[in-house]
């Protein structure tokens, strides 16, 4: 019986132990280290953190860190992108600013140079008819009656 209660206290007071994978792909096993609170810690596999956290795989981690780079570059060359057409657009605005202002003084030239010209309105031109229907109606009665 004192055998068991050794071996349970033993037990007991044992750390726990997790799988530590080496970057040749060895695996070795070691007691979950303490873990300090402030601090981010990498934990063997198997150890349990006291709080929550991403754990991830050493593959994993490898794998993001190579699409992150990726990410790093595309946004660089889109950045590089944006950039030239941004600068386009500034080069095509200004060209097109110049050529308003050019024409805009071609503008005020011409009506600078140009006097106004009034139309004919039809109401003169109407009277007139009037008049002439009158006096051609006029002269073909008159002729009637002489008749």
Same mark, same amino acid.
Request: glycine fraction near 6%.
């Given at each position: 019986?004192?055998? %068991? @209660?050794? *071996?349970?206290? *033993?037990?007991?007071f044992m750390s726990p132990v997790g799988v530590w994978? @080496?970057?040749?792909g060895t695996e070795r096993e070691a007691p979950c280290p303490e873990i300090e609170e402030e601090a981010p810690q990498r934990l063997p596999r198997g150890c349990e953190a006291p709080r929550a956290g991403v754990l991830i795989a050493p593959h994993v981690y490898v794998e993001m860190m190579g699409d992150l780079a990726e990410f790093k570059a595309e946004r660089d060359q889109l950045k590089k992108a944006v950039d030239q057409e941004r600068s386009a657009y500034q080069e095509l605005m200004s060209?097109?600013?110049?050529? %308003?202002?050019?024409?805009? %003084?071609? *503008?005020?030239? %011409?009506?600078?140079?140009c006097t106004p010209i009034e139309c004919p309105s039809l109401k003169?031109?109407?009277? @007139? &008819? &009037?008049?002439?229907?009158? /006096?051609? /109606?006029?002269?073909?009665?008159?002729?009637?009656?002489?008749?």
């Open positions: 019986m004192v055998k %068991l @209660g050794f *071996l349970g206290a *033993l037990i007991a994978i @080496g970057t040749d060209e097109y600013e110049r050529a %308003l202002k050019a024409h805009e %003084l071609n *503008l005020n030239i %011409l009506q600078s140079a003169p031109a109407m009277i @007139g &008819a &009037a008049i002439s229907a009158t /006096a051609c /109606a006029s002269v073909i009665a008159t002729y009637q009656f002489i008749k």
